[in-house]
């Protein structure tokens, strides 16, 4: 059977070779072409209603005059961009658009970093090292902690504010410590090591905070409503289900952590009803030993058996360019099927610009390994093969682009990799990755730089709906959860278009 698609594609080649020889081809011909090429990008087989091609039209000027103003913002590092797109109308816009769900954002840079300070840093017992390296650390206890390594000497931050006479400078460069936030981006990293090892110290300092067990259930709270704030629906968060600490030093386990996660995602919906709920990815650090990697799969193989509606499944995290890769971790990653276990895996993979080493063939082992989805997928388009798997499969990308740009895979966004993927109609997701680390909050950011950016004036309304829908549409919900999703979302969609049109 012939589809549509394929109908104007032979139409296009009878054209063409009708046209040999002719030294002016065929308008009708250049206007098949254009329609052929635009129909294939993500959303271009979106039928639009006559309210949302108003604001097509509208969003289509507006980026108009956002490309040929200077600067522009997708083509700067994001530190520099951030005011100017926080003028953009299109970026007043797309704040208001329900997004869906976001799919790849990390437990430990959930919420802002202005509420870590502003409210967390001033709760009483809250001791800072300043590191030997220049960095921080934080923790609460009844009395001062003991010297550690890099950490000789703890101060209680109420007494240390006390004899401050610019508290908000001292707030502000506690923030710039919980951030990879920096006037200048290219001097203070000038290459990729420089700011992952910078990313590396800031998730320790952020992670002395969060794990204490009643922030950790107030940042989860925040993380959610900062989430909804911004029109997100449904969340699926990577994390290690580290250990969290008492006061008085006591520990709790993963299971605390992973009833906390319910009992707070239960206490939300209470008050959101609209708010679909959230998931977790468990995830382990690729710098890990093989067996440590194998014990962590076999826990969490326990773990989704008795919290089935909250583990989602597995991922590897960490630098790619420095940590294991997918294949090294094989052995262990077979275990799921060893014993016939059903375990999904959402592999971070592809996340480096290195083309043609072991770490680049990651984005090969994560679809050797019936990955669900593919973290970042930056090398994605210099492999053919995986590209075309990943298509037939459904296998979605998780793009960044904030992140990918202040790693520094890429300066100038409409260079990024994931354009080509976007033209050519590649199942992909828009996400934040770790917006506590980057100075965002949401997802109306990298839906900016994606839509903007990346799309650049091909991107459309149709863009943005497929988009919002991938986001349902490659979750892990089961199908009729994805349904009451879909339902809520487009009712959310048809009450936007309405009030912006």
Not at 97 to 118: N, Q, T
Not at 438 to 443: A, E, I, K, S, V
Request: with cysteine.
């Amino acid at each position: 059977m012939i589809t549509c698609r394929g109908t104007a594609l032979m139409t296009i080649m009878i054209l063409v070779s009708v046209n040999e020889g002719r030294s002016i081809p065929d308008p009708y011909q250049r206007e098949l072409m254009l329609q052929e090429e635009a129909s294939q990008q993500v959303g271009g087989r979106v039928e639009l209603s006559a309210a949302e091609q108003r604001l097509d039209s509208f969003l289509r000027k507006l980026k108009e005059q956002e490309m040929v103003a200077s600067p522009f913002p997708p083509a700067m590092h994001f530190f520099r961009a951030k005011p100017h797109i926080q003028k953009s109308p299109v970026f007043k816009v797309l704040q208001k658009m329900p997004k869906g769900a976001v799919l790849h954002v990390h437990s430990s840079a959930l919420a802002s970093v202005d509420w870590l300070v502003m409210n967390v840093t001033y709760r009483p017992h809250c001791y800072i090292c300043f590191t030997w390296s220049g960095s921080v650390k934080f923790l609460f206890s009844t009395q001062r902690p003991f010297p550690q390594w890099g950490c000789s000497s703890w101060s209680l931050l109420e007494q240390l504010r006390a004899t401050i006479s610019d508290i908000p400078a001292f707030d502000k460069s506690l923030m710039r410590n919980l951030t990879l936030w920096t006037e200048d981006p290219d001097v203070a990293y000038p290459n990729q090591d420089t700011v992952w090892e910078r990313f590396e110290q800031t998730f320790i300092a952020i992670s002395g905070l969060i794990s204490y067990a009643p922030v950790f259930k107030d940042y989860l709270y925040q993380g959610l409503q900062q989430l909804y704030d911004d029109n997100i629906l449904y969340l699926e968060l990577r994390a290690g289900l580290s250990m969290t600490y008492m006061l008085d030093g006591r520990v709790r386990d993963r299971e605390w952590s992973l009833q906390t996660y319910k009992n707070i995602t239960e206490q939300f919906r209470l008050e959101h009803p609209d708010f679909i709920g959230i998931r977790i990815i468990v995830t382990v650090h690729r710098e890990l030993s093989l067996s440590q990697v194998k014990q962590t799969i076999s826990d969490t193989i326990e773990l989704q058996k008795r919290y089935p509606e909250i583990i989602a499944g597995f991922d590897l995290v960490g630098r790619e360019d420095t940590g294991k890769s997918i294949w090294y971790f094989r052995e262990a990653l077979s275990v799921p099927t060893e014993v016939k276990a059903n375990l999904s895996y959402f592999f971070h993979a592809g996340e480096t610009d290195l083309d043609g080493t072991d770490v680049d063939r990651n984005v090969l082992d994560a679809l050797l390994f019936n990955t669900t989805r593919i973290g970042h997928g930056f090398a994605l388009a210099h492999h053919p093969l995986a590209k075309e798997l990943s298509r037939k499969r459904g296998v979605p990308l998780e793009v960044c682009p904030i992140s990918n740009q202040v790693l520094k895979l890429v300066s100038d966004l409409r260079n990024h990799p994931a354009a080509v993927l976007m033209s050519e109609g590649h199942p992909m997701v828009v996400s934040s990755d770790d917006p506590t680390l980057f100075g965002t909050t949401g997802l109306s950011y990298d839906f900016y730089e994606a839509f903007v950016g990346i799309g650049g004036l091909s991107a459309n309304v149709g863009t943005l709906k497929e988009l919002a829908l991938n986001s349902i549409r490659y979750s892990s919900l089961s199908a009729a959860v994805k349904n009451k999703a879909t339902a809520i979302w487009k009712q959310k969609w048809d009450k936007f278009i309405l009030e912006n049109s």
